[in-house]
């Protein structure tokens, strides 16, 4: 299920409806900034977001209000945020914006695999209603979901949802040795989901966002079943792109590969070079003849000896105080991207534990 909503804010509602008046006249003008965020937005509990975006008392929602202000994109895609039914939360954050002065005119709430249970003991310690029992890691339903807001609107009507692929249909899927014949019947692969979300951004021309969060690929055991979910998941966008990607059944055939322009972005959760997990389907990603990799840099080059990456690219600060970079923004080919940058905060801010902190990722963009 998609959820949607606009601002209750009559500026909000003000700004969609001059945008589509003045499409014609924006014929011709095809720039815009496109961010992803790997938030600090998921909590432990149902509404909790909710009630910190309302009374501003949680340090790690304010920091991360303040980086999508400072970066006053056109669009913005939302990673670890989460998902409830009534958009509430959502709607909280655009009016926090707004009251800020940078108003989305659409917003869109995608719910995950998350929290979902499939009463199965998915990881074998004897029970079976378990966060690691869910289609994909989550104390509730909606657990560190993903969200789009944007000043252009979002084409509903030609969204294409691949949440529901399940695992075992992914061509050459990497399936743990221990998975049973039940789990393979249920089991999805997307963790927060993979959508594709086409953005109006003038009249008949769209740009495709291609969004997903992967899993971590730690956490499990020997049989390394994130590591290999983590790679399977970044592996769909291969098999979409080559015509591949079979369609949810009871549906047959493939799916056509995404129209251009479009942009693959959103947390793969791994680095190519360093850390943990499988790199193999990450680094065919980059190096995919459809795509470019803007590689986008932090401000003021962090040093990091123990790395064999650029340390300039990292996207996360782990606690440990090591980078790594594990959040994207890749372009179709023929979208000419006039800069990009990862926002490194000039100062870390402490982090509790045991949190990830990541930055936000943008570029700017001169569509087709």
């Given at each position: 299920m998609i959820r949607s909503l606009t601002v209750p804010n009559l500026c909000a509602r003000l700004a969609y409806l001059?945008?589509?008046?003045?499409?014609?006249?924006?014929?011709?003008?095809?720039?815009?900034?496109?961010?992803?965020?790997?938030?600090r937005f998921s909590h432990s509990g149902p509404g909790l977001l909710l009630q910190h975006l309302q009374k501003g008392d949680e340090p790690q929602v304010e920091q991360d209000i303040a980086a999508i202000l400072a970066m006053q994109a056109d669009v913005v895609v939302l990673t670890n945020f989460d998902f409830d039914y009534d958009g509430?939360?959502?709607?909280?954050?655009?009016?926090?914006?707004a009251d800020k002065g940078l108003v989305y005119a659409d917003s869109l709430g995608l719910?995950?695999?998350?929290?979902?249970?499939?009463?199965l003991d998915l990881n074998h310690d004897g029970a079976l209603s378990g966060p690691r029992d869910a289609q994909a890691y989550g104390r509730f339903a909606g657990q560190a979901g993903m969200a789009i807001?944007?000043?252009?609107p979002l084409d509903r009507a030609h969204i294409r949802d691949f949440t529901a692929l399940l695992w075992?249909?992914?061509?050459?899927?990497?399936?743990?040795?221990?998975?049973?014949?039940?789990?393979?019947?249920?089991?999805?692969?997307s963790s927060a989901g993979h959508y594709e979300v086409p953005?109006?951004?003038?009249?008949?021309?769209a740009l495709r966002l291609l969004v997903w969060s992967a899993t971590p690929p730690i956490f499990d055991g020997p049989e390394d079943r994130n590591g290999r979910r983590n790679a399977d998941e970044t592996a769909l966008w291969l098999h979409l792109l080559d015509g591949t990607l079979p369609k949810i059944a009871p549906e047959t055939g493939t799916y056509a590969p995404p129209k251009p322009p479009f942009v693959i972005l959103g947390q793969a959760n791994l680095d190519p070079l360093d850390g943990s997990g499988l790199p193999q389907s990450l680094r065919a990603l980059l190096n995919n003849p459809l795509l470019q990799d803007p590689a986008p840099r932090g401000v003021g080059s962090r040093i990091d000896t123990g790395q064999r990456g650029d340390p300039a690219l990292d996207t996360a600060l782990l606690k440990s105080g090591t980078g790594l970079r594990l959040d994207y923004l890749l372009?179709?080919?023929?979208?000419?991207?006039?800069?990009?940058?990862?926002?490194?905060?000039?100062?870390?801010?402490?982090?509790?534990?045991?949190?990830?902190?990541?930055?936000?990722?943008?570029?700017?963009l001169t569509l087709p």
């Open positions: 001059l945008a589509l008046a003045l499409w014609p006249s924006f014929a011709a003008a095809f720039d815009l900034t496109l961010a992803t965020f790997t938030t509430l939360a959502l709607a909280a954050l655009q009016k926090r914006l719910q995950p695999n998350t929290g979902i249970p499939t009463w807001l944007s000043r252009y075992q249909d992914l061509p050459q899927a990497n399936l743990p040795p221990d998975m049973t014949d039940d789990a393979r019947l249920l089991q999805r692969l953005v109006v951004y003038a009249k008949g021309k372009p179709s080919r023929k979208i000419v991207v006039q800069s990009s940058a990862v926002l490194w905060p000039a100062q870390q801010p402490p982090m509790a534990e045991p949190v990830t902190q990541h930055f936000p990722v943008w570029a700017r």
